[in-house]
């Protein structure tokens, strides 16, 4: 499994510009001018750019568990063993990386689906 990778763009769809336009707007709303105005702002355009970061690496961390859950039950399916309930959920829920790729390569040999849980860390 991989890291997830940087957004390219530190604010999604908005351009730099667009964020400092609108901690200005905001500034100004608030009563700022100056340098406590240009504070403001550019505290805006790090929490903007720490919190674009946060929710691109927490949708990675989902994306990556729900591929992990569409080949478990892919794997157990095409090896005639029974998915069971529960078994996507708690994939899911787990985000540790390391983890989904024991689960992976345990479901290549294991006997029964949940036997891909024993003998490792729990999520």
Not at 11 to 38: M, P
Not at 42 to 54: I, K
Not at 92 to 112: A, F, K, P, Q, Y
């Amino acid at each position: 499994m991989t890291r997830p990778p940087t957004p390219s763009r530190p604010f999604g769809s908005y351009t730099e510009e667009q964020v400092r336009e609108e901690g200005l707007r905001l500034a100004h709303a608030k009563g700022l001018t100056g340098y406590l105005a240009e504070w403001y702002v550019e505290s805006f355009l790090e929490v903007c750019a720490e919190a674009h970061a946060e929710g691109y690496a927490e949708g990675h961390a989902e994306a990556c568990a729900e591929g992990c859950a569409d080949a478990l039950e892919a794997i157990f399916r095409r090896r005639g063993l029974d998915v069971p309930d529960g078994l996507r959920e708690r994939v899911m829920s787990c985000r540790d990386d390391e983890m989904l790729g024991e689960w992976i390569s345990r479901s290549l040999t294991v006997e029964s689906a949940s036997d891909i849980f024993d003998g490792g860390a729990q999520p």
